[in-house]
């Protein structure tokens, strides 16, 4: 069993800046997929990064790619996600979750373990 932790929400300006982190216990990261996902109200959970077991691959949502980055410390057993340029539009409930899948491009359907989330909020 893995649990996770989310850290570092907050409410910030558009165009600023903010990092989360997501902390897991109970068992290493290092065989597991990690995932970003986030829910504005009103509408589903959306996929926003994954990072491969090791870090060497990763993959991001259209609307996220270049301005977040996700990235993990393995022997911190910890993940984060690197958020610039915010927009009013990025305003959600942040959710860790980690995967026993092989590919970042895995389903959210095979994400095993979620973190209860972070609220993000980034006004005009």
């Known amino acids: 069993q893995v649990q996770l932790v989310e850290s570092g929400g907050g409410l910030v300006q558009a165009g600023g800046s903010l990092r989360l982190s997501c902390a897991a216990s109970g068992r290493t990261l290092t065989n597991l997929m990690m995932g970003w996902f986030r829910q504005a109200p009103g509408k589903e959970r959306a996929f926003v990064a994954s990072i491969s077991r090791i870090g060497g691959t990763t993959n991001y949502a259209d609307s996220v790619k270049g301005r977040f980055t996700i990235s993990r410390d393995n022997a911190k057993n910890t993940v984060y996600l690197q958020m610039n340029s915010l927009k009013p539009e990025d305003t959600a409930v942040y959710y860790c979750?980690?995967?026993?899948?092989?590919?970042?491009?895995?389903?959210?359907?095979?994400?095993?373990?979620w973190g209860q989330g972070t609220q993000v909020t980034v006004s005009s």
């Open positions: 979750a980690a995967s026993r899948s092989v590919t970042v491009l895995a389903p959210m359907s095979l994400y095993d373990y």
